[in-house]
């Protein structure tokens, strides 16, 4: 008896792109980011992680204006993150913009940005603030997870509910996800061990 | 392949019987295996001691400057003795420098490596990130891809290098031969601009072109194909003529230039040098301005080795000049003979008096000359401590009005003393320059009275100016001899400066113990001195461990002897196992609390009592291994 093994056709295999290949070594989108956040000669994250913490909600950057003349100073880039907030349908309560605002004056640039698709956008969060940032995101009952990344995003619509009848549906809907009950247990989702350091 | 025909003549230094066995293993041998067996005597050559002195000079010269040449021998071969980083390349060595952001660059780049290496010649590619712009003085065979970016610069990664080739103290590269592949975009006005830069400069220095520098538009692939064929081609043409060569290889290596006989340098006898630069190391939120500056003239890397410090010899500012002249009165122009001098009283008071710091003997002398009785203000030890912390020459001779005459004033003012700096540098590593690391005395917010006028003269010396400059040696502080011993380097601040000259003297002679780096400042992102060459060091793993304390980046402020406290058992097991501890720095808080902090961890890791523990340390510092330059 003779088994026989069916190989696709290789011309048809694309090859995994740069980010698919760190994304499936990454132990569900861990990564090394424990260690990157705990290294402490630098403001930076490994390059790995620079793909990985998008889906935690948050990018890595560095001020432009000032490269040129920290590489003359022998020092790296002024590396900072920017930390997208995730809110479904675009609803936020007055005590969590406040608590927003707040954090963006103790730990980020001073500014909050709202986006297009209904997130607030802190900037200027240096790596040793993130996890405290975060903390105090999730104390509000808000978190960035996949805020960022190749993943599904916010609906760009209104989120009056007076619009129509669908929007008052979708509304509704959100509430569910903003309960105090649903932002614990995406707390505790997989992968934010690796952020909660 | 066949590597038949080789035809031995000349002026042959091997004996008869061995030149037969020779040409016979040169015919048997194939192409692969008689380029294993040239990396294979140039490591047993540069293990054995030469009874010819040019050639012991060729390779002492080759350690220093020719530390890229590890891969001389072929993989798998173990030399009894292991051979020096420098051992000497028989046959052509390229390096291929990749500067792109973009991926492009880089594939190419990679690509051309291998089909190079795939023909047995010996090569190299270096992200010019990585690179050490000084480097390029070894070179003999240098391709370079770079990108162009914005208006015309090049990548971020290649500033360094970019930069450098355009300064005055690029080496003159005649023995150099090159090629340039640019990347670029016709849609901006200064296509493939840092190509064409590049390009210019080093034929400008000197170097000479293998090919004509091909400048590619965003659809690359063909021209950078064409390019690199014919920079394969070349690079296989100068080996196919080199490799008959064989041990001529070792002669076409340039001479090393003896070392001009200077005096040792002193105060009194100062040499004349150039700064080469002279910019700030810290970034834009730091409390303190700390500057890099880089001094050279001929000869001047003999004069030193890392560990000793060097003195400048500045002249007194304008400001503390007039401010003298007025308080005492006195005419700039009057002539003063002391001391069998002559000098204008200008000339004294800029470059042979102390203006700055205060002495008892100086107060008392300008009392007396005031006729005041300053007895009082002598006792009370308080009063006197704010008078020198807060005053200059002037204020004293303003308080104590007096008729002074010129040649009065000379004799009552100190002589002054230079200011040194510990070498950051070390000349295996950059050469005739020694560089410094300077904080500016008086960018302190609250010691902005007391400005230091050597740091002031230093802020004002800018690039391509000239400063006389002695050296003190410090023959207690230096690498250990034994480079297999592991060294423990403490330096905080500006203390960091002879490690970093530490680092290179360690590297470029191929030192193989371990390096372990403590430094302290008050924030990562501002204070965080040479942060990137220790980042590159660390990549190299030419160091191999970097403790970091930052006092002001947490609540609690954190110093180095926290990290030391917290390392104690591999600080001691190191010790233990005859590693050298060195500090430098702060003599006051700094010193005393890291020699607490090792006496702990000697007492805890070594199961001892504080007596014990006491002259384990005591031990350490009578077997030479526990050194301290503090100031």
Redesign the interface.
């Known amino acids: 008896m003779s088994t026989e093994v069916l190989e696709p056709p290789a011309t048809q295999v694309k090859p995994a792109s740069p980010v698919e290949i760190i994304k499936k070594a990454s132990r569900g989108l861990r990564g090394t980011l424990v260690e990157s956040l705990h290294d402490?000669?630098?403001?930076a994250i490994r390059e790995a992680d620079t793909q990985l913490i998008k889906f935690h909600g948050s990018y890595m950057q560095d001020d432009r204006d000032?490269?040129?003349e920290?590489?003359?100073?022998?020092?790296?880039p002024?590396y900072s993150f920017m930390i997208r907030t995730r809110l479904p349908g675009g609803v936020v309560t007055p005590s969590q913009w406040i608590a927003l605002s707040k954090l963006a004056r103790t730990y980020g640039s001073g500014t909050l940005r709202l986006t297009t698709r209904q997130a607030f956008q802190l900037h200027g969060v240096?790596k040793?603030d993130l996890k405290t940032t975060m903390q105090g995101m999730n104390a509000a009952l808000i978190d960035s997870i996949a805020a960022c990344g190749d993943v599904n995003r916010n609906v760009m619509a209104s989120a009056n509910p007076v619009e129509s009848k669908l929007h008052e549906t979708v509304h509704d809907i959100t509430l569910r996800f903003t309960s105090p009950q649903a932002a614990m247990e995406s707390i505790s989702a997989a992968f934010m061990p690796c952020i909660v350091v | 392949m066949s590597g038949g025909g080789v035809v031995i003549q000349g002026n042959f230094p091997i004996p008869e019987e061995r030149r037969d066995q020779l040409q016979q293993l040169a015919t048997e041998l194939n192409r692969e295996q008689l380029m294993w067996l040239s990396g294979y005597f140039a490591g047993a050559a540069a293990a054995a001691p030469s009874s010819i002195p040019a050639f012991q000079n060729n390779l002492l010269g080759g350690q220093a400057r020719a530390p890229l040449a590890n891969a001389a021998a072929p993989a798998g071969f173990a030399p009894a003795a292991p051979a020096p980083a420098s051992a000497a390349v028989a046959g052509p060595s390229l390096t291929i420098i990749s500067a792109s952001h973009t991926n492009n660059g880089r594939k190419i780049s990679e690509k051309l490596l291998a089909a190079v290496q795939a023909l047995g010649i010996q090569a190299r590619m270096v992200k010019a990130g990585d690179y050490q712009p000084r480097e390029i003085a070894k070179e003999k065979l240098l391709y370079i891809v770079i990108s162009t970016h914005g208006d015309g610069d090049p990548p971020d990664e290649a500033r360094g290098l970019y930069e450098f080739l355009g300064t005055k103290r690029a080496p003159q590269l005649p023995e150099l031969q090159y090629s340039v592949l640019a990347l670029g975009d016709t849609s901006y006005p200064k296509f493939c601009e840092a190509g064409r830069v590049v390009d210019e400069r080093l034929a400008k220095l000197g170097a000479k072109r293998l090919l004509p520098r091909v400048d590619c538009d965003v659809d690359f692939e063909k021209l950078a194909k064409t390019w690199s064929d014919d920079a394969l081609a070349r690079v296989r043409e100068i080996a196919d003529k080199l490799k008959p060569a064989g041990g001529a290889a070792f002669a076409a290596a340039s001479p090393v230039a003896a070392a001009p006989a200077v005096a040792e340098l002193t105060r009194a006898q100062p040499a004349i040098a150039e700064v080469l630069a002279n910019q700030r190391i810290v970034g834009r939120g730091a409390l303190r301005e700390v500057r890099h500056v880089e001094l050279g003239f001929p000869g001047l890397g003999a004069l030193y080795k890392p560990g000793d410090a060097l003195g400048i010899v500045h002249r007194n500012p304008d400001s503390a000049i007039d401010a003298v002249l007025k308080a005492a009165k006195l005419d700039a122009a009057a002539v003063v003979t002391h001391e069998g001098k002559t000098h204008t009283l200008l000339e004294w008071l800029r470059d042979e008096r102390e203006l700055t710091r205060i002495a008892r003997p100086l107060l008392v002398q300008v009392a007396k000359q005031a006729k005041v009785d300053i007895a009082e203000l002598l006792g009370n030890a308080p009063a006197m401590a704010r008078l020198t912390a807060t005053c200059q020459v002037s204020d004293v001779l303003a308080s104590y009005p007096a008729e002074w005459t010129p040649q009065a004033l000379v004799e009552v003012l100190r002589p002054v003393t230079g200011r040194v700096y510990s070498i950051a540098s070390s000349p295996a590593a950059v050469g005739d320059e020694a560089h410094l690391t300077v904080a500016i005395v008086g960018s302190d917010t609250d010691r902005k009275l007391l400005a230091g006028a050597a740091s002031k003269f230093v802020i004002n010396t800018p690039t391509d100016s000239n400063v006389q400059v002695w050296i003190e040696r410090n023959e207690r502080f230096r690498v250990p001899a034994d480079g297999a011993r592991d060294i423990i380097m403490i330096g905080p601040g500006t203390g960091v400066a002879p490690f970093r000259g530490f680092l290179q003297e360690r590297e470029a002679t191929g030192a193989t113990g371990r390096n372990w780096l403590f430094y302290g400042g008050r924030s990562l992102y501002h204070d965080f001195l040479y942060q990137l060459e220790w980042q590159q060091a660390l990549r190299r793993k030419s160091l191999h461990r970097l403790d970091v304390a930052f006092s002001r980046d947490q609540a609690q402020k954190i110093y180095v002897q926290q990290r030391i406290r917290e390392s104690g058992k591999e600080l001691y097991n190191w010790l233990a196992n005859g590693a050298y501890l060195y500090v430098c720095g702060d003599a006051s808080a700094m010193a005393p609390d890291v020699h607490a902090a090792l006496l702990d961890v000697v007492r805890e890791q070594g199961g001892m009592d504080a007596d014990d523990a006491q002259s384990w340390v005591a031990d350490l510092t009578g077997d030479g291994r526990y050194l301290r330059d503090v100031y």
């Open positions: 402490p000669l630098t403001g000032l490269r040129a920290r590489e003359q100073q022998k020092l790296e002024a240096i040793k």
